[in-house]
């Protein structure tokens, strides 16, 4: 589990590309301080294990389903990714609840200067905007946002200078793609809600049918 809390800005160092998947070797630095084979790290929102490392990159096997749902596919060399260990478990808890499973794409339609802050509008789909709510919670290419404000066919976020600094977003220009995951309790809400409600028709309609109405 991530937290949306970006430690450090890597450089892709070399893509090694297969038939649906590629191998991804990121150079970076602090992040790498206690990494083990295996490990977890969220990369541009995308959770990778470590199949290898070295004392300034970390290599990741990315499979077809995550090429499917994910901007990889548009991955260069020398690209800036945000980079994220997982959360220890005494760790501080300063985003929200990020497990690194890509919901879709997003494209930067609007990039504005608000004061210090930067104004980004983002477009996506509609089954990835039913989740977003305003002043909830959002993972943009691992980032965790708070949305401020949303439509039927884009949202908003604000991006504080020590975001701009800290991450590679604000790198991006209008017409780029990033990595959206919504925020996993709606989800889980929306599954429990479902259930209860398919299971009280089912009861009814037994009710009903019982006594021959």
């Known amino acids: 589990m991530f937290t949306g809390i970006i430690e450090e800005i890597g450089k892709v160092k ?10 991804l070797t990121v150079a970076a630095q602090r992040i790498l301080e206690d990494i083990h084979v295996g490990d977890s790290i969220c990369t541009n929102g995308v959770c990778l294990t470590v199949t290898s490392f070295d004392g300034g990159s970390y290599t990741a096997d990315v499979m077809p389903e995550t090429m499917s749902r994910t901007n990889f596919k548009d ?6 990714v945000n980079c994220e260990r997982a959360m220890p478990a005494n760790g501080r808890f300063g985003g929200h609840i ?3 499973h890509i919901d879709g794409i997003g494209v930067i339609s609007k990039m504005t200067k608000d004061d210090k802050a930067i104004r980004i509008k983002i477009g996506t789909r509609p089954e990835i905007l039913k989740y977003i709510v305003e002043k909830g919670s959002i993972t943009i290419d691992g980032i965790s946002l708070t949305v401020t404000d949303v439509s039927n066919f884009d949202f908003s976020v604000s991006i504080i200078e020590h975001t701009q600094d800290a991450t590679a977003l604000t790198k991006k220009q209008v017409g780029d ?3 959206l995951e919504n925020d996993i309790v709606g989800k889980y809400i929306e599954k429990f809600v479902g259930t209860f409600s398919a299971k009280r028709d089912e009861n009814l309609l037994n009710l009903l049918n019982d006594n021959n109405f």
């Open 14 to 23: 070399a893509i090694v590309r297969h038939a649906n998947s590629i191998k």
């Open 75 to 80: 991955l260069r060399i020398n690209d800036s």
């Open 98 to 100: 990020v497990s690194g």
């Open 177 to 179: 793609t990033v990595n």
